[in-house]
């Protein structure tokens, strides 16, 4: 916990719990909760918003009472919760109109409750109308409730196996830096100067594909309940990705492929501000320096001393090339896309996103176990190939 949060927590007169059992569960945690789905259940009825801007200051305390109150260490991903909660209830807050649903399950009859209830727990905010313009993958799965679970399960462990082998790969780069806990850069100093960058790229991409894949396992499992146990429909369910490697510009990686859980809260919280100063392209740069404070925050647990310029740069640099793409668009007339936005994208994406995963890499927040080091045949065989091609690099 930085000095900042203790400070904090020290004023408020807050204790330092090691963990969360039912009883400060029940005095920190629930609190918050209840007061989040309060400002979701006004939100949803018309001339509110007086009580709403009342209630946000006390939804904001109570969740900043709950992470202080706890050891905000990697352990205790609560923390990030508490943030969304306040996020998203300042958004509903600061709406002129009620928002309204617009996907419900078949054969369900109107609801305040369950509709608040969805509003709370849809991070996407798909099915809403405040989400409108929120782009969704083409649905190819089944839609009955035993096909599209049945896919969910597949996908889950699927990716969740995957997920194992490329998040192994990884720490096996540096198994005592940046693949342990304790951290450390993915350029390799040692190494010729194309060389050292190749490898950071390769690292990087190989990070990519372990976000990639534990999100879908993430999402996947979240369906199986959601659909068999509180009879969500199948519809409210669209893909979370929609194959990211065929992005053929900055704008359709970042803006469609790659998954948009968090899109609409970035350009709340960071594009609409901008914009007002700066106009469309403020509102697109906006929203990925948003991205870069989240990322930033997201580290934190791990290590404390973690500059923000790690994540704002990168962020705020691929954001230029999005805006860039939409200032080509207006002086051509043409699209980037085809196989030339593709290598474009794949190299302007890649270059600063290799300054996200050095930053995570600094902080240790990779080091933790792979699902497949149980698996010693396999595990074995992943270290062996990447020792090899290490050993490899090295040569040069």
């Keep these: 916990m930085s000095f900042t949060a203790l400070s904090l927590r020290d004023a408020l007169g807050l204790p330092t719990l090691a963990s969360i059992n039912l009883a400060s569960f029940v005095s920190y945690i629930l609190p918050a909760v209840l007061s989040y789905l309060g400002v979701a259940v006004l939100a949803i009825m018309p001339r509110t918003q007086s009580l709403r801007i009342a209630l946000w200051p006390l939804v904001a305390l109570l969740a900043l009472r709950a992470v202080l109150s706890f050891d905000f260490s990697p352990g205790n991903p609560h923390g990030i919760s508490m943030l969304l909660i306040a996020m998203y209830a300042l958004e509903w807050t600061l709406a002129t109109e009620p928002l309204k649903r617009r996907i419900r399950p078949a054969k369900s009859t109107p609801s305040v409750i369950m509709d608040a209830l969805d509003l709370a727990l849809n991070i996407r905010g798909y099915g809403w109308d405040y989400s409108k313009r929120l782009r969704v993958p083409r649905e190819t799965r089944p839609l009955t409730r035993t ?140 929203g990925f320096l948003a991205s870069g404070v989240w990322h930033w925050i997201m580290i934190l647990p791990f290590n404390a001393g973690v500059e923000l310029w790690r994540m704002m740069l990168p962020f705020g640099m691929i954001g230029v090339g999005a805006v860039g793409e939409r200032m080509y ?68």
């Excluded at 995963?357 to 990447?386: H, K, Q």
Aim: hydrophobic residues 50%.
């Design 329 to 396: 668009l207006q002086w051509t007339g043409r699209r980037v896309e085809g196989l030339t936005g593709w290598v474009w994208a794949t190299i302007w994406s890649t270059l600063w996103f290799s300054l996200v995963v050095d930053g995570s890499a600094r902080a240790g927040t990779l080091g933790n176990s792979s699902i497949i080091e149980g698996v010693t045949p396999l595990r074995d065989l992943v270290e062996r190939l990447v020792m090899v091609f290490e050993t490899w690099l090295h040569t040069f």
């Design 147 to 286: 096909g599209f679970v049945g896919c969910a399960i597949l996908s889950a462990g699927g990716h969740a196996f995957i997920w194992g082998i490329v998040h192994k790969a990884f720490q096996c780069f540096s198994p005592n830096t940046f693949g342990s806990l304790h951290g450390g850069t993915i350029f390799d100093e040692t190494l010729p100067f194309f060389i050292r960058y190749l490898r950071s790229t390769i690292i990087t991409i190989i990070f990519l594909s372990s976000v990639y894949c534990n999100l879908q396992m993430i999402y996947n499992l979240c369906i199986i309940p959601a659909v068999l146990v509180l009879g969500q429909d199948p519809a409210q369910w669209p893909p979370a990705f929609d194959s990211p490697w065929m992005a053929t510009s900055v704008n359709n990686f970042w803006a469609q492929r790659w998954h948009q859980l968090f899109r609409r809260t970035f350009l709340f919280l960071g594009g609409d501000p901008l914009s007002l100063i700066f106009g469309s392209g403020g509102r697109i740069l906006g």
